[in-house]
């Protein structure tokens, strides 16, 4: 999938992720895709409430490795 932008949280652990990825989010424009990687398990789930409560969609998330990709396009 392209993205615009890339979000290494690797290491860290929630709410760091999810603060990264807001902040990185700021940044970019309406349409553009960030792509974020994360070792915290619970980023599934905190991904999916981010998503609903920002409006912000998330177009996929997959695990691999204990590593944990998700792709987000900005609202």
Do not use: H, W
């Amino acid at each position: 999938m392209n993205f615009d932008k890339e979000l290494d949280a690797r290491g860290l652990n929630c709410p760091l992720p999810i603060l990264r990825a807001k902040k990185s989010l700021g940044e970019m424009t309406s349409g553009q895709v960030l792509r974020i990687i994360s070792t915290d398990p619970g980023s599934v789930k905190d991904f999916a409430a981010f998503a609903k409560q920002t409006g912000n969609e998330l177009l996929s998330s997959a695990e691999n490795n204990k590593e944990f990709e998700f792709y987000m396009k900005r609202k």
